[in-house]
C-alpha cells in the first residue's frame, strides 16, 4: 500500500527519531541547555517568576494550592517515578534484577555508589543546615547514563550495557527509599492511614484480577497520591506503591494467543470484500476481537509502561529540567564554586560514585561472588562508573528537597551537579570510545 506523503516527510521519519535509544537524553540535555541560557540571559527574572505562579486545584474550601515548580516536582515527577516503579517491578520478575547471579555485581555496585558519594559529600560538610544534602550526589540520571552509552553502539559490548541498566535501576529503587526515608516532613498519621487504606485497596483489586487500568488511576491518583501529598510522605513514593500494584499477569498465554489469532486472521481473510476501503461489518467486528485477545495477551503492566514512557521521556523530564536546570550565575560565581555544598557534590559524584562503584566491583570479584560482565574488563566498568556520576534528574530533584527555600544552598548544589554531571559523562564517553570493540 503506497504511503501518504505526510507519513514519508513527517511521521515516519519522527517516528524513527523518537524510537531511538539516544534521543531522550538528547531531549533533556537540550531542555537544560535552553533552562541554562534563558536564566542568564536578560529573561533571567520573567523565567524565575514564570515558575512561581500560584495554581489551586479543588472546590469549595477543599482547596490545593501550590506554585507551578511544586506542582511540577509533586504532581508531574509523580508519573515519573509511577513509571519508575513499574520497570522496578518489570526488571525483578523478569528482566536484569530477576537473576540473583546475573543481578548481584550490579545491585552491589549501586549500593557502592550510593553510600561512599554521601560519606565525601559529609566530609566537605560535617555540620550545619548544608549536611543534609548529603543524598544529593547518590543518584545515577539513567536517561542521560544510557544515553550516552548508547551513543556509543556497538563499540561497547551488550553485557556492559545490561550492567549499567542494572546499576541506574537499582539505583533508582535507592533514591525512592533515600527520599521516603529521610527526605519527608512533618508527617500526618491521618492521612498516611487513608492512603494506607487506598493501598489495601489497591492491592486487593490485583488479587481479585481487576485489569482495568483507570480504575488503579482514579485509586492511585484520587486516592493514595493525594492522601500521601497531605501526609507529609513525598507524594512520589506514592506512586512508586501505586506501580507495584498494577497486574502483571495475562488473561491469554502465549499458545492460546496465537490458537485465537490465527482463528481470527483465518475468518477475516475468508470474509467477503466490499472492494472498497471501508470494511465489511464481519471483518470490523473481527477486527474488534483481535484488538480484544491482543490487549489479553499483554499485562496492565507493560501496557502501561510503554504508553507512559514517551509522555515520560518527552514531556515530564524535558519540563522538570526546564524547571530545575535554570540556574542563574552571580557575579561571584568562583567563590560560589568553592563553597562546601559544590565541593561535596562534584567530588561526591565524580570521585565517591566512581570510587564506590569500582571499589565494590574489586571486592566482589576479588571474593569471587560475581564474575566480569561478558567481554568487558576493567577500563570497560571505570568508563561506565564514570557515566553512573551523571547525576542530573534525580540529583535536581533531591536537592529541592534537602534545602527547601534555602535558594543559596541550592544554587550550590545545583552548579555541582552540572559541572560534575558535565564531566562525568564527558569522560565516561571518551573512555567507552577508546575501547576496542568487542567482536562477539
Known amino acids: 500500500m503506497k504511503k501518504a506523503p505526510i507519513d514519508i516527510w513527517l511521521i515516519d521519519p519522527l517516528a524513527g527519531f ?14 537544560a541547555l535552553i533552562a541554562l ?35 511540577i516536582n509533586d504532581g508531574l515527577m509523580a508519573v515519573f517515578f509511577f513509571v519508575i516503579g513499574l520497570e522496578l517491578k518489570r526488571e525483578i520478575m523478569a528482566g536484569e534484577l530477576s537473576n ?6 550490579p545491585i552491589a555496585a549501586a549500593v557502592g555508589g550510593m553510600l561512599l558519594p554521601a560519606l565525601v559529600y559529609l566530609a566537605f560538610n ?19 547514563a544510557l544515553g550516552i552509552i548508547h551513543l556509543l553502539g556497538k563499540r561497547v559490548p551488550l553485557s556492559l550495557k545490561i550492567f549499567l541498566t542494572a546499576l541506574a535501576i537499582a539505583d533508582d529503587l535507592g533514591a525512592v527509599l533515600v527520599i521516603a526515608f529521610f527526605y519527608t516532613s512533618n508527617i500526618d498519621f491521618i492521612s498516611l492511614a487513608v492512603g494506607a487504606g487506598f493501598m489495601v485497596v489497591l492491592i486487593g483489586s490485583n488479587l481479585l484480577g481487576v485489569r482495568n487500568v483507570v480504575w488503579y488511576a482514579m485509586l492511585g491518583i484520587g486516592g493514595l497520591w493525594l492522601a500521601f501529598l497531605m501526609s507529609g510522605v513525598h507524594a512520589t513514593i506514592a506512586a512508586v506503591l ?3 500494584t498494577i497486574p502483571a499477569n495475562v488473561k491469554v498465554s502465549d499458545k492460546g494467543f496465537m490458537q485465537r489469532i490465527n482463528a481470527l486472521v483465518t475468518r477475516f481473510d475468508r470474509a467477503a470484500p466490499n472492494d472498497v476501503t471501508l470494511v465489511t461489518h464481519e471483518q470490523l467486528h473481527v477486527l474488534e ?22 509522555f515520560v521521556a518527552y514531556f515530564v523530564m524535558p519540563v522538570f529540567a526546564l524547571a530545575n536546570a535554570g540556574v542563574t550565575f552571580p557575579s561571584g560565581v568562583l567563590s560560589q564554586l568553592a563553597s562546601p555544598v559544590t565541593l561535596g557534590v562534584i567530588f561526591g559524584l565524580l570521585v565517591g560514585k566512581v570510587a564506590g562503584i569500582m571499589g565494590i566491583c574489586w571486592l566482589m570479584l576479588r571474593l569471587k561472588w560475581a564474575g566480569f560482565p561478558e567481554h568487558c574488563g576493567w577500563r570497560h566498568l571505570l568508563g561506565a562508573a564514570l557515566l553512573a556520576s551523571v547525576g542530573f534528574t534525580m540529583s535536581l530533584f533531591i536537592t529541592e528537597l ?15 551537579i552540572l559541572i560534575a554531571s558535565l564531566i562525568g559523562g564527558t569522560a565516561g564517553y571518551l573512555l567507552l570510545r577508546r575501547l576496542p570493540v568487542v567482536k562477539v
Open 18 to 31: 523518537l524510537g531511538r535509544s539516544t534521543t531522550s537524553g538528547i531531549v533533556l540535555f537540550v531542555s
Open 37 to 71: 541560557i534563558v536564566a542568564n540571559s536578560p529573561w533571567a527574572d520573567g523565567y524565575h517568576h514564570l515558575w512561581q505562579h500560584e495554581l489551586s486545584v479543588g472546590f469549595d474550601d477543599f482547596l490545593i494550592s501550590k506554585t507551578l515548580h511544586h506542582w
Open 100 to 105: 540473583p547471579r546475573d543481578a548481584v555485581l
Open 126 to 144: 560535617l555540620s550545619g543546615d548544608t549536611n543534609d544534602g548529603w543524598g544529593i550526589p547518590m543518584a545515577t540520571d539513567i536517561a542521560f
Open 242 to 244: 501505586a506501580a507495584f
Open 289 to 310: 476481537e483481535i484488538r480484544t485477545v491482543t490487549k489479553q495477551a499483554l499485562t496492565p503492566l507493560q501496557r502501561l509502561e510503554h504508553r507512559m514512557h514517551p
Open 402 to 416: 534537602a534545602f527547601k527555600g534555602q535558594a543559596e544552598f541550592i544554587l550550590q548544589a545545583k552548579m555541582g
